[in-house]
């Protein structure tokens, strides 16, 4: 009787696809705010602009706790990815390992120009000659002179258009996690078929003698 390749861990692939879609939820909340700034062209944007940078400014005011939250969240991700790729295989190996490619480009999203923008957005620092702005976030200051500035509404542009990006690379982990689970489904269908047929042909050998 043939047998199935090992499957994927099913505790694994629920850390997975739990935090993506957490993810995708805070991006979706987020999209009515992007929406006038990026994608639309009303004939005044200032007011979208501006509830964009209050939306921000309160977003990085938050509690440290929902912080923690968040990083709890992403690590519960990552997890589930170590649980499946313990002993995988080859088909575990395509989709989880991609997968996983998706996520942590991700989590490089957020780290890079997320978390570095709400910290612009928060200071005020926009333009190239803003110096050291004192007593924004948790650290008290900010050095943007080490950052790359640019102007105001080009930066909550990159901070809108980051989410976009999030969201698909998001929306392609989901994919593979979809596409992995129909493969499973379709090798153990084509197998049972497989066992079935060799059944019916022992059986038949046993009725000719």
């Given at each position: ?10 505790f ?31 004939p ?5 602009f ?9 977003l990085?005011?938050s509690?440290?706790l929902?912080a923690r939250i ?7 991700g990552?997890l ?8 995988p295989s080859e088909a ?5 390992g991609a ?16 978390v570095?923008?709400l910290?612009?957005?928060?200071a ?14 948790e ?5 943007v ?7 105001r509404?080009?930066?909550l ?11 698909l690379?998001?929306?392609?982990v ?8 129909y493969?499973?489904?379709k090798?153990?269908?084509e ?6 047929i060799a ?5 038949g ?5």
């Amino acid at each position: 009787m043939s047998k199935p390749t090992a499957r994927s861990s099913p505790f694994g692939t629920f850390l997975v696809v739990g935090p993506t879609c957490f993810f995708l939820g805070i991006l979706f909340a987020s999209f009515p705010y992007d929406y006038n700034v990026l994608w639309s062209t009303p004939p005044d944007r200032e007011p979208y602009f501006q509830l964009l940078e209050n939306h921000l400014k309160f977003l990085h005011a938050s509690p440290p706790l929902i912080a923690r939250i968040l990083h709890i969240v992403i690590g519960t991700g990552l997890l589930g990815f170590i649980m499946k790729l313990y002993k995988p295989s080859e088909a575990n190996m395509l989709f989880d390992g991609a997968s996983l490619v998706l996520y942590m480009c991700g989590i490089t999203v957020y780290i890079a120009n997320i978390v570095k923008g709400l910290r612009l957005v928060t200071a005020g620092a926009y333009g190239p000659d803003q110096g050291l702005v004192q007593g924004v976030g948790e650290g008290g200051a900010v050095d943007v002179d080490s950052m790359d500035i640019v102007g105001r509404e080009d930066s909550l542009r990159v901070l809108a258009a980051s989410n976009t990006i999030l969201a698909l690379v998001l929306v392609g982990v989901l994919v593979l996690q979809a596409g992995e689970w129909y493969a499973q489904k379709k090798e153990e269908a084509e197998i049972a078929e497989m066992d079935r047929i060799a059944e019916e042909k022992r059986r038949g050998g046993k009725k000719k003698q």
